[in-house]
């Protein structure tokens, strides 16, 4: 879909992420933010000082809309062109083995330090039992019956 065939008053209905999505699919490059931004108000025929009030919001957008992404030197471009790095390391010694395995089970079985602070298995000796001894539940309708 290019920004020049949608009709004026379905621009005027999307949102700056959406735009700015055509806008960068279309020219296939990166873009500075204010380029950016200043295209998506010129499709939506904006006043220069919109551009100004709105620009940290569109930052906002960018940042938080996962089909972005921000390269280096303040650029911005669409997810979908970039690949992420993967590295892969081949060094034998990173290659876990049975017994390595085994290992980290038994570790894993075996009971916990007496210094856990999140393993307690004594009773809450420090609350008293009969704090709520004398509490009595009225239902409202009961309530308002006796009133």
């Keep these: 879909m290019k920004l020049s065939d949608i009709p004026e008053y379905e621009l005027e209905a999307m949102n700056y992420d959406d735009i700015a999505y055509i806008?960068?699919?279309?020219?296939?490059?990166?873009?500075?933010?204010n380029e950016l931004f200043k295209k998506v108000c010129d499709a939506l025929?904006?006043?220069?000082?919109?551009?100004e009030e709105k620009i940290a919001d569109f930052f906002e957008l960018l940042t938080t809309d996962k089909r972005f992404i921000m390269l280096e030197d303040g650029y911005w471009d669409l997810k979908e062109f970039h690949n992420p790095k993967v590295i892969v390391d081949d060094e034998e010694d990173d290659i876990i083995t049975s017994e390595d395995l085994e290992e980290q089970v038994d570790e894993l079985e075996e009971e916990p330090d007496d210094d856990d602070i999140f393993y307690d298995t004594e009773a809450d000796d420090d609350l008293p039992d009969d704090d709520l001894e004398d509490l009595v539940v009225i239902d409202v309708?009961?309530?308002?019956?006796?009133?």
């Design 23 to 33: 806008i960068l699919s279309e020219e296939k490059q990166k873009m500075k933010i």
């Design 45 to 51: 025929k904006l006043p220069e000082n919109l551009f």
């Design 141 to 147: 309708d009961d309530e308002e019956a006796n009133s």
